[in-house]
């Protein structure tokens, strides 16, 4: 039997991450290091998520949006069969693999352009999404249509706002797309987008097809960033 594991503390143990204290680090300006770079730096290092990463063996803080998504809307039950999108470096996978995996069911196939180091349990294949071979290969894994279909996906940035934005959308109605083409009926899609205009016609399309679309900017996503997360569920095939 798959549990969900818990840390302790509200909300299941999450809540309380942003609220965990050390001492702040700071990083010293250096030649060889722009400004932009040290305030990187700085933030990542100071950054609860990261140490709470680190310290319950995540591969990155982007693991707790998806818990605390899921701990808010339950969209990851035991023994479903999962498509991750854009999974490196595997924090979702992870994530995945510990609520839906169990010794009698529950399928994890995760794809990425970039390679990714195995997580136990996962399937991954190192292709575009997009491509023809992509939903053959991924329900030859499965053994059928995916119940649930996870997206953290981000493009590489230009530092150009509007072109940004639109390259983001982009990418996520391509996902909302695919999911789709591909959703077992009754299935679920969760995918981050940024606000910031162009959002309308990926959440007409999301409406059309599901019975539920709501969204949600779970604690870990910082505060400053316009990232959000779309959850569709009840996909109406």
Not at 100 to 105: D, P, R, Y
Request: aromatic share 6%; proline share 5%.
């Amino acid at each position: 039997m798959c549990h969900r594991k818990k840390s302790g503390g509200k909300n299941g143990g999450l809540g309380d991450v942003a609220s965990r204290r050390r001492k702040a680090v700071r990083v010293k300006a250096k030649n060889t290091r722009s400004e932009s770079s040290r305030q990187w730096l700085q933030r990542h290092l100071n950054d609860p998520y990261v140490a709470a990463a680190q310290a319950e063996g995540y591969r990155s803080r982007a693991a707790f949006k998806l818990l605390q998504l899921d701990e808010k809307f339950r969209f990851l039950k035991p023994g479903m069969k999962v498509v991750d999108l854009g999974a490196a470096p595997g924090g979702w996978s992870q994530v995945a693999a510990k609520i839906v995996l169990n010794k009698e069911s529950g399928k994890i196939v995760a794809l990425d352009l970039l390679p990714m180091q195995p997580v136990d349990g996962v399937d991954f294949i190192q292709m575009d999404f997009t491509s023809d071979e992509a939903p053959v290969e991924i329900k030859a894994l499965l053994d059928g249509p995916p119940d649930i279909i996870l997206s953290d996906m981000a493009p590489n940035t230009t530092g150009h706002a509007s072109t940004d934005h639109i390259r983001i959308m982009a990418l996520a109605e391509m996902a909302a797309q695919f999911a789709i083409d591909v959703l077992a009926p009754n299935g679920a899609f969760v995918c981050k987008f940024f606000q910031g205009g162009a959002e309308r016609d990926i959440l007409e399309m999301l409406r059309a097809h599901f019975e539920k679309v709501r969204h949600a900017k779970p604690e870990a996503s910082r505060s400053e960033s316009s990232e959000t997360y779309l959850v569709a569920q009840g996909f109406k095939k």
